[in-house]
């Protein structure tokens, strides 16, 4: 059993940057990849960024929505049990509850975008971006 706790969200002005994070519980976190997603009132949830299981010698990188367009970051750190979504150049689309995701048999980066291959979700962190 893992628990994701988001963190990091909040009102920022287009063009500003926010950090999220997403913080673990478990002693097994290297071996999961992890997600972050987003969804807006009607939407469907949404991929925005993925990174690989590490730890095993099975690192096989990360994956990013097109939209992203290099604005964004993702990394984790193992010893804090912790990954992060760096976003830069916010706008006022990335303007959705965000929600990290963590999976124990995604194996490649085209499967860090298929929400059903998550095992385990956050219950999200607002994101409002200002115009």
């Known amino acids: 059993q893992v628990q994701l706790v988001e963190s990091g969200g909040g009102l920022v002005q287009a063009g500003g940057s926010l950090r999220l994070s997403c913080a673990a519980s478990?002693?097994?976190?290297?071996?999961?990849?992890m997600g972050w997603f987003r969804q807006t009132p009607g939407k469907e949830r949404e991929f925005v960024a993925g990174?690989?299981?590490?730890?095993?010698?099975?690192?096989?990188?990360?994956s990013y929505a097109d939209f992203v367009s290099g604005r964004f970051t993702i990394s984790r750190d193992n010893a804090k049990n912790t990954v992060y979504l760096q976003m830069n150049s916010l706008k006022s689309d990335d303007t959705a509850a965000y929600y990290c995701a963590a999976g124990s048999s995604i194996a490649t980066s085209a499967l860090l975008r298929r929400s059903y291959k998550y095992d385990y979700w956050g219950q999200g962190t607002q994101v409002t971006v200002s115009s």
């Open positions: 478990g002693r097994t976190f290297s071996s999961y990849a």
């Open positions: 990174i690989s299981r590490s730890g095993d010698g099975t690192y096989f990188g990360t």
